[in-house]
């Protein structure tokens, strides 16, 4: 059976098999797959192409030249696809149960609803557990005396130094 059988003609083959070679570095394990994201839901074309496009010379020089071209990154999951498929995983009843709570839970951390400790540039663990840290300022009286200090100092200053010398 010749290409030219299922399709109009040799560039609808070519621009076809471009499209198979990207889906193929989507899907490398599995030929059929990568064919139905060319072709949708026509499944003889699919099928044609999964078994007699892999080994193609153009299909492989193409593959080639797209990793050159896009890099092997490119065809990667991104953030929202690995999301995705772990959210469809975590709501499928045949899964079972403890499966789907470490499945939802993994899905919290991918989509970043979950809080966890961080490292900042500096090397300074920042945890975020609910708790804020107030400074004691003394009696409620010295702090009213030294706030209507500063306020009075920074309606009153000339220059940015005053102002600054009042804070300290």
Do not use: C
């Not at 699919?46 to 990793?67: C, G, H, I, N």
């Not at 804020?132 to 010295?142: F, I, K």
Request: aromatic share 8%.
């Amino acid at each position: 059976m010749s290409d030219l059988t299922l399709f109009a003609d040799e560039a609808e083959v070519q621009a076809y098999k471009t499209q198979f070679a990207a889906a193929l570095l989507r899907e490398p394990q599995n030929a059929f797959k990568a064919a139905t994201i060319v072709f949708g839901t026509d499944t003889g074309r699919a099928l044609y192409a999964s078994t007699r496009w892999l080994m193609d010379p153009f299909v492989m020089a193409e593959r080639d030249k797209q990793l050159k071209t896009n890099g092997a990154r490119a065809f990667l999951p991104t953030k929202e696809d690995y999301a995705r498929e772990v959210w469809a995983q975590a709501t499928n009843e045949r899964v079972p149960v403890e499966d789907r709570a470490r499945l939802l839970s993994l899905y919290g951390d991918v989509m970043g609803f979950k809080e966890t400790a961080r490292k900042n540039d500096g090397g300074i663990t920042i945890t975020n557990n609910k708790v804020m840290l107030v400074t004691n300022h003394g009696s409620d009286a010295d702090w009213e005396a030294r706030a209507a200090a500063q306020q009075h100092a920074l309606a009153n200053a000339d220059t940015v130094d005053v102002v600054t010398k009042t804070l300290q």
